[in-house]
């Protein structure tokens, strides 16, 4: 086990981090057996990646012990995404033979303070993640490995939630391959991009990996940057679809809300403010 210390976390408003509670308390609704879920989507940057992020996040906060796992091992963003430190060993290495799961699991610890699940204590909560590790020639294989479906056995019996991260289906077969050995799949959809022909081939793909579907998070969803309209139609129409509106607030918005911490320091200023 080793450290993964982030440096560019992103840091949720309200709606978002509403939306992720939501999406939590639906994957509960699933049932007791559904705990190991995989994300995948019909094209790339549909917001996957962020997506098992935020939600294995909003798990691990109420005290799940929550397990990341990132198998986009062809184009892996978390690394950069994150500003995480050079460690090299990941899934990769693990599904090859070269390193055991201790040593390509990290721990992430986070401030309860630097995050708005009202829910929380003052303290820290952990999570952990297995990153990708190094882009092998042949993802396929090494998922439809032996040692795959051991680490799978090994996860769910040792995490209370795992998420894993995985390339767009629309694209490579990898997701169904991993969605085979799962609980269940969840298919992110950005916001008017996808066509239902699309989607619906992804859908009878997965189909054929006998998991079972748990729905479709819906991304992006452009909606007003005013707090009430914003609400009633992005969050509201997202929960009666049985869909999630994954917080899009308009471009100057998101880019504050939901990027790199530029409005941490005025966050804390209001904060001290208040406590005054
Ligand atoms: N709900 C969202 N609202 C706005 N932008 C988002 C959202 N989710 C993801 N993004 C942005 O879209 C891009 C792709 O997201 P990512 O999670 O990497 O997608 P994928 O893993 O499907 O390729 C990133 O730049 C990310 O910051
Ligand atoms: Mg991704």
Redesign the pocket.
């Known amino acids: 086990m080793y450290k993964i210390e982030i440096e560019s976390d992103?840091e949720l408003d309200y709606n978002?981090s509403e939306a992720f509670k939501a999406l939590r308390t639906n994957i509960n609704f699933c049932g007791k057996d559904v705990s190991v879920v995989a994300i995948t989507?019909c094209?790339?940057?549909?917001?996957?990646?962020?997506?098992?992020?935020e939600l294995a996040k909003t798990f691990a906060s109420t005290g799940k012990k929550v397990l990341y796992v990132d198998a986009?091992m062809r184009?892996s963003?978390f690394k950069s995404?994150f500003g995480v430190a050079a460690k090299g060993d990941g899934l990769s290495h693990y599904l090859s033979g070269l390193a055991d799961i201790d040593d390509v699991t990290g721990e992430i610890s986070f401030q309860n303070e630097t995050h708005q699940y009202d829910e929380l204590e003052a303290g820290t909560y952990k999570m952990y993640a297995i990153i990708a590790g190094a882009v092998p020639p042949n993802p396929s294989e090494l998922l439809e490995s032996d040692r795959f479906k051991e680490f799978i056995a090994y996860a769910k019996e040792n995490y209370d939630y795992v998420f894993i991260?995985t390339p767009?289906l629309g694209a490579v077969i990898d997701a169904a391959i991993i969605a085979k050995r799962c609980d269940g799949v969840a298919v992110?959809v950005?916001s008017g991009e996808i066509s239902f022909r699309l989607a619906q081939k992804v859908v009878n793909q997965l189909r054929l990996s006998q998991c079972r579907i748990l729905g479709v998070i819906y991304?992006?969803?452009p909606i007003s940057t005013k707090r009430s309209s914003g609400y009633s139609k992005g969050y509201y129409s997202g929960y009666y679809g049985g869909y999630y509106g994954?917080?899009?607030y308009g471009k100057d918005a998101?880019e504050k809300s939901?990027?790199y911490y530029p409005e941490k320091d005025n966050k804390k200023e209001k904060r001290a403010k208040k406590n005054k």
């Open positions: 992103v978002a989507s094209t790339p940057n549909e917001g996957k990646s962020i997506t098992t992020y986009d184009k963003v995404r991260d767009p992110t950005k991304t992006m969803v994954g917080g899009y998101y939901y990027g």
